[in-house]
């Protein structure tokens, strides 16, 4: 959130940048809690490190949600990465073929290749988080009215 100061001083137009908390593309980008924008949604925030890539924690540290809604919530994910990688082809391919129409095909049959396997642990990791961003809404830090009425109402049913 960005608040402008008139001359005078005064308090003038408020609205939230685009890579800030409460904005999806901040969670997206920083690998955040897609609930409250603030605890790491990685095991391994580097997705080069290949051992855990993709990995996330159960449940985030700071606001204490889980990030998987439903057993195998982030098979989605995958619709996403199909589409961050031909969007990259896509890219690479137009790129090669405005400014080195003479290239070779191989070469840029490599080059996609080459951009694809370089970028592929940061698209999986990005895939998740922009599946998560879909469905998950932002909810800051402290529980929701909803989420306290939903709390009570289990807590009432398993007293009954
Ligand atoms: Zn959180």
Redesign the pocket.
């Known amino acids: 959130m960005v608040t402008f100061l008139t001359a005078a001083g005064r308090k003038g137009a408020t609205f939230d940048l685009p890579m800030t908390k409460g904005n999806k593309l901040y969670a997206v980008f920083k690998f955040?809690?897609?609930?409250?924008?603030?605890?790491e949604f990685f095991v391994d925030s580097n997705p080069y490190h290949l051992s855990t890539v993709g990995d996330l924690h159960e449940?985030?540290?700071?606001?204490?949600?889980k990030y998987t809604p439903e057993p195998g919530f982030y098979y989605g994910g995958m619709y996403v990465a199909y589409a961050l990688a031909v969007a990259l082809f896509a890219t690479i391919y137009t790129a090669m073929i405005v400014l080195f129409p003479d290239a070779p095909l191989w070469l840029d049959a490599a080059l996609v290749l080459s951009g694809l396997v370089f970028t592929a642990p940061y698209l999986y990791a990005l895939s998740k988080t922009i599946w998560a961003a879909f469905f998950i809404p932002y909810k800051g830090?402290a529980p929701t009215e909803k989420e306290r009425a939903n709390a009570a109402a289990r807590a009432a049913a398993t007293k009954a």
């Open positions: 955040k809690c897609p609930h409250c924008h603030e605890g449940t985030c540290s700071v606001c204490h949600r830090v």
